[in-house]
């Protein structure tokens, strides 16, 4: 889910971008700048790391980790960071910061200051820490954008807030609704977007989503390189870049017999064993030249996009696998 967030931004600003004329290099660094904007309301995560501390030395397994992980976070997660009402604000603190004046920087801080002190009345001190923790990311992000590209003011408040707004509607579907409009009291989603009755076809209703959001960002991102190379990548060349050992995710049908049913209240056995099936597109392959075995072991890279695209159609498989073969267990 975290991933997910930040290639959502990436793949729907680069998009937009380059459909409203910017080159491709252009819309790719827009795209990533949108991106990191979408992962850091999830610094309000980073509390969570009290509760895990806490359960050290407890004799709690890995589950137990996890659980206290989530318990200790969701204090303070989906709250003042996923807020649409705050994130122009940040928005704007960031590219303010961006400008680089005197003038326009204590502009900055003065709106971040702000934004704690609103957050300490309406929350307390809790939500003032975790708003500093969100601010100072903003803040860091737009001296990132400042020394490292030539991306204006305004530009970084259109990207930062398309980031930041994007954000809240990935968790729609899983754990407790964001708050949307925080700091005021009205809740415009009460429960979390069921995608399913069945707890399980709901996980992997979720899990889909974040699978075709990946899918997304890295064929844009292809594509993209591609034409800011000056290469053409017609509809069949992407999938001359999946290794047949994809296939072998399939054979992850037979884990629905070993793991517990996966739900969003256990779903850790099931979604690391699946990524896991991922890595077949970073094993290296034996090269055969002319017909006939090298005489000692060689190995060629397979190259990002080989990887990338190779782990993701195994992945892809492995969960489609996964639920025909829990469909055939409930019929």
Do not use: K
């Not at 707890?199 to 993209?224: D, K, N, S």
């Not at 793991?259 to 034996?286: E, H, K, M, N, Q």
Request: hydrophobic share 60%; aromatic share 8%; charged share 15%.
């Amino acid at each position: 889910m975290f991933v997910g967030h930040a290639l959502a931004a990436f793949a729907l600003v680069a998009v937009v971008a380059r459909r409203r004329g910017q080159p491709p290099s252009r819309a790719l660094a827009f795209g990533c700048v949108a991106g990191l904007f979408a992962a850091a309301p999830d610094v309000d995560i980073g509390y969570a790391l009290v509760g895990v501390v806490s359960t050290l030395g407890t004799g709690a397994g890995a589950l137990g980790l996890a659980e206290s992980f989530w318990a200790t976070g969701n204090v303070v997660h989906r709250a003042v960071t996923h807020s649409l009402v705050v994130a122009p604000a940040v928005a704007l603190a960031a590219a303010a910061w961006v400008d680089g004046r005197t003038g326009a920087r204590a502009a900055a801080l003065a709106l971040a200051t702000g934004l704690v002190a609103v957050t300490a009345v309406v929350g307390g001190g809790l939500a003032a820490l975790v708003t500093v923790a969100f601010v100072v990311t903003a803040l860091a992000l737009g001296e990132g954008i400042r020394r490292r590209t030539d991306i204006a003011a305004r530009t970084t408040f259109w990207l930062a807030l398309a980031g930041l707004v994007s954000h809240p509607f990935g968790d729609v579907f899983t754990g407790e609704p964001p708050a949307l409009l925080y700091p005021f009291a009205t809740e415009v989603l009460t429960a979390r977007v069921a995608l399913s009755a069945d707890p399980v076809f709901h996980l992997l209703g979720a899990f889909a989503i974040e699978l075709a959001t990946v899918w997304a960002a890295v064929i844009v991102w292809t594509r993209l390189r591609a034409e800011r190379d000056g290469r053409v990548v017609g509809p069949f060349d992407l999938p001359r870049r999946v290794d047949p050992r994809a296939v072998a995710g399939a054979g992850y049908a037979a884990s629905a017999f070993v793991i517990p049913a996966p739900t969003l209240d256990l779903s850790y056995p099931f979604v690391f064993s699946v990524l896991a099936v991922g890595v077949v597109g970073a094993v290296p392959v034996r090269v055969r030249r002319r017909g006939r075995a090298a005489l000692a072991p060689e190995f060629a890279n397979p190259g990002v996009e080989r990887a990338l695209f190779t782990g993701l159609t195994a992945v892809t498989l492995a969960a489609s696998a996964y639920a025909l073969a829990y469909l055939a267990g409930v019929a």
